[in-house]
């Protein structure tokens, strides 16, 4: 999250040009912040992920699926900080029975506090009633893969389908816990998609990032490859034959990359915590800002100024654990950038 040193100074301005306050209210409200992030560290949740990329038909599709699918597990590979928590299915050695046993395989290492992101790349199918994802030998449908998915017990679960007629299980595949991610808006659309490259460009750099604080959401990862697919018809004036869809709750919050420092954080139980204690301020400072209109000018101040101060505190925090652990500040230490937190 970027925090120039002139939101600060806006924040006063405005606050001083619209109300006095007296010293004792200033005072309050750093207690209140502090003890925030006096408590103990929560213990970070473990993260899991699954990608399986199914069969190409074609050599140009197989070639690129495969590379997509170990792009994808580089990725996160960082995300989860530590390799034994992806699993990678490629090509013609995915079935519907290697489908099975690693989704089963992660349902039994999964807890309730933990996160699982599942991705799935090729080709699929619909007709009429029953998606299908094609795989070598007997294709898995949507029936089977929704029974799977319901098995894994992680509280936070994103899957995204990338395959072509991914739409048709959107809504099919949501519930509680976990947000779905479709390449096309219904079953119907059933050409080859460019989702999945998009996707990945928005997990492994950081032109995704919007608010430039090394971690990708799924919400701007799926904002950035929408934009992304929508670009490229439109550059080749043709129709676009997909359009993506996100369904569920918790995408702005569910983290798919984590860049620069934020990678290096591995397995620590601090970092990880302080990371995602960062996610959810950033998401109140947007909620703040949203509220700006129905605010008295006073109150949205007040406001912001709180959730900043609590920020603040807490990257400090994160450089302080980067630092003990061989890391660099992430950050607070950026000029203002497009998206990044301003005051107005």
């Given at each position: 999250?970027?925090?120039?040193?002139?939101?600060?100074?806006?924040?006063?301005?405005?606050?001083?040009?619209?109300?006095?306050?007296?010293?004792?209210?200033?005072?309050?409200?750093?207690?209140?912040?502090?003890?925030?992030?006096?408590?103990?560290?929560?213990?970070?949740?473990?993260?899991?992920?699954?990608?399986?990329?199914?069969?190409?038909?074609?050599?140009?599709?197989?070639?690129r699926f495969r590379e997509q699918a170990n792009a994808l597990s580089d990725a996160a590979v960082k995300l989860t900080g530590d390799r034994s928590h992806v699993t990678t299915l490629l090509g013609e050695r995915t079935t519907?029975?290697?489908?099975?046993?690693?989704?089963?395989?992660?349902?039994?290492?999964?807890?309730?506090?933990?996160?699982?992101?599942?991705?799935?790349?090729?080709?699929?199918?619909?007709?009429?009633?029953?998606?299908?994802?094609?795989?070598?030998?007997?294709?898995?449908?949507?029936?089977?893969?929704?029974?799977?998915?319901?098995?894994?017990?992680?509280?936070?679960?994103?899957?995204?389908?990338?395959?072509?007629?991914?739409?048709?299980?959107?809504?099919?595949?949501?519930?509680?816990?976990?947000?779905?991610?479709?390449?096309?808006?219904?079953?119907?659309?059933?050409?080859?998609?460019?989702?999945?490259q998009f996707w990945l460009q928005a997990v492994s750099s950081e032109a995704a990032d919007v608010n430039k604080d090394d971690i990708v959401t799924a919400q701007e990862a799926f904002e950035f490859a929408s934009r992304k697919?929508?670009?490229?018809?439109?550059?080749?004036?043709?129709?676009?034959?997909?359009?993506?869809?996100?369904?569920?709750?918790?995408?702005?919050?569910?983290?798919?990359?984590?860049?620069?420092?934020?990678?290096?954080?591995?397995?620590?139980?601090?970092?990880?915590?302080?990371?995602?204690?960062?996610?959810?301020?950033?998401?109140?400072?947007?909620?703040?800002?949203?509220?700006?209109?129905?605010?008295?000018?006073?109150?949205?101040?007040?406001?912001?100024?709180?959730?900043?101060?609590?920020?603040?505190?807490?990257?400090?925090?994160?450089?302080?654990?980067?630092?003990?652990?061989?890391?660099?500040?992430?950050?607070?230490?950026?000029?203002?950038?497009?998206?990044?937190?301003?005051?107005?």
């Open positions: 999250m970027v925090v120039a040193p002139e939101v600060g100074a806006a924040v006063r301005d405005r606050r001083q040009a619209t109300a006095r306050r007296s010293a004792s209210h200033h005072r309050g409200l750093w207690p209140v912040a502090c003890s925030l992030f006096l408590l103990p560290a929560i213990c970070s949740a473990a993260t899991y992920a699954l990608i399986v990329s199914g069969l190409g038909g074609e050599p140009q599709y197989e070639q519907r029975e290697s489908v099975r046993q690693a989704v089963q395989t992660l349902a039994g290492k999964t807890q309730p506090a933990d996160r699982v992101l599942i991705v799935l790349i090729g080709h699929g199918s619909f007709d009429g009633e029953e998606y299908r994802f094609n795989v070598t030998g007997p294709d898995p449908t949507a029936a089977e893969l929704g029974a799977l998915f319901n098995g894994i017990g992680a509280g936070e679960q994103l899957i995204v389908n990338a395959t072509s007629a991914s739409g048709a299980v959107t809504e099919r595949w949501q519930r509680e816990g976990r947000a779905v991610v479709s390449a096309t808006k219904n079953g119907g659309e059933r050409t080859a998609t460019r989702f999945a697919v929508a670009d490229s018809y439109k550059t080749e004036v043709a129709l676009a034959t997909e359009h993506p869809r996100l369904e569920g709750r918790g995408a702005e919050r569910f983290q798919v990359a984590r860049l620069g420092a934020a990678s290096l954080a591995g397995d620590d139980a601090t970092l990880n915590s302080l990371l995602e204690q960062r996610v959810r301020v950033e998401h109140e400072i947007d909620a703040v800002k949203q509220r700006k209109a129905s605010l008295a000018l006073d109150a949205y101040y007040d406001e912001l100024e709180t959730v900043l101060v609590r920020l603040a505190l807490l990257q400090k925090k994160i450089d302080a654990r980067q630092s003990q652990i061989g890391g660099t500040s992430t950050s607070m230490n950026r000029g203002p950038t497009p998206g990044g937190t301003d005051a107005h």
